[in-house]
């Protein structure tokens, strides 16, 4: 038998199959409904849509600008990265994560590379590096870091869903906090969260007339942290926005392999002007206290972010 020949032959058995379940779908939805009222939302059919997985992928520019102290080698001099080496101007650097929601639960993954440089003289004598450099010696500075991110949150208190928490009793939320389309108007999440941030940090001093000092090291860090995620489904109320979605997100933890410390905060505000394509402006701060053989940097990057999400 050819193959358009099965073809035909498989529409013939299939096609008034699937017509028979939507005759019987539709009669059991008239069933349920009282007569002379609407339908009435299915929300654990509402609630299992909702909490169907959904990635986002957010691409943008970062304005950091590098801040902190660095001390380098035995007997190092603590010297400012912006009053000292002018190394602290803000920059544009490319910002991407990805982000996977699914009931409760979220993943994101992040990353950035940050290179900022200065040329500078030094107002006072300092020793880098076991180098000595008098007043007024020129300093050419590099300063590469770059840091991966993995993060795993999960949403503990969901006041205006079904369920409240993951262990409390469902409440039926069909009414006051629905779209036309069924989707929930307001939407809080309360999360706890853990991650680890992988950062390398390089350094690179060039001391005229003297030498060069070079320092390349990475640290991890996990870290605990909290969120707090508003959505609001605004086409209804707006006209001109889908919906817009607001996050905020901190967390600290301790930097393994000779540091102290790193701190996360991030801060989004994403306007959907489509379903599924929404304008991002924000905030960032990664901060680290860190030290190696006798090497220590105590500061970090921080400044505004705007981008694009995409939701499929």
Known sequence: MSHQVRHSES?????????????????ALAQSAEPGTEPALDVDALSALAGRPVLDVTLGIWFPRLEGTIDIGPNGTKLDVGDDLSVDDSQAIFNGEARVQSGRWEFLLGGYVANASGNAALSRPARIGGLFARAGTVVDSSIDVWSITGEIAYSIF???????????????????????????????????????????????????????????????????????????????????????????????????????????????????????????????????????????YNGGLQGLFAGVRYTW
């Open 11 to 27: 529409r013939r058995f299939v096609l008034p199959f699937v017509g028979s379940l939507s005759i019987l779908a539709s009669g």
């Open 158 to 296: 969901t006041p205006f869903r079904d369920r409240r928490f993951a262990w409390s009793a469902p409440v039926d939320r069909s009414k006051g906090n629905r779209t036309s389309d069924g989707r929930p108007i307001i939407d809080l999440r309360f999360e706890a969260l853990f991650g680890t941030r992988f950062l390398n940090l390089e350094q690179e001093y060039e001391l005229a007339g003297i030498g060069t000092v070079n320092t390349n090291n990475t640290w991890v860090s996990p870290y605990l942290g909290v969120g707090i995620e508003l959505d609001w489904n605004s086409r209804e109320s707006l006209g001109f926005l889908d919906r817009i979605e607001f996050d905020v997100t901190a967390g600290w933890g301790p930097a393994f392999g000779g540091g102290n410390s790193s701190l996360t905060v991030r801060v989004d505000g994403a306007f959907y002007v489509t379903h599924d394509l929404a304008l991002t402006l924000g905030y960032r701060l990664n901060d680290f206290d860190l030290e190696r053989e006798e090497t220590a």
